[in-house]
């Protein structure tokens, strides 16, 4: 996998419907990225796999919880990963083992291996519980920022090398 240097690294988190633990990522992500002046160094984003919530806002129990750290999740709206943003992005980073099959197949494979799953950062091969059915947020929450924590771990490893 070739990684660009920290000055250039382009993360994009995905999830089924991209409202509820993608953007959780993203802005958590976004949110220690700006806690370490890396913003203009660092660009993160989300997307979904399914087409079934485009367009529509983060849901309702994610802007609770990340607004209870502060963050905002203003303006975010769910979109659908292309194929094209496989040559965009340098990690591609899911939720969990259904949504890794169906980017792979409209990514169309991963020779570069930039796809991982969040929790992989932290040396687990679990999932990110889906709060849309557990309704669950603070557990989603506290998994989301474990993941995104050692990945900005990683990246500063990686740049200090």
Known sequence: MTIRTL???????????????????????KDLVQKQGL??????????????ELGNPVHSGTKRKLSEYGISCKDKTARQITRN???????????DDFNLRNMRKIIQ???????????????ESGDIA????????????????????ALMHKLLKNERG
């Open 85 to 95: 943003d496989y040559g965009e992005h340098d990690y591609l980073i899911v939720m």
């Open 7 to 29: 000055s250039q690294i382009r993360i994009l988190f995905i999830c089924h419907g991209n409202i509820c633990r993608s953007p959780m990522a993203e802005f958590v992500m």
């Open 130 to 149: 889906d709060p849309w059915y557990t309704g669950d947020f603070d557990l989603t929450y506290q998994d989301v920022l474990r993941g995104c924590t």
């Open 39 to 52: 913003e203009a160094s660092i660009h993160v984003a989300s997307a979904a796999t399914s087409t079934e």
């Open 109 to 123: 494979g991963d020779p570069e291996d930039k796809v991982s799953k969040l929790l992989s950062f932290c040396g």
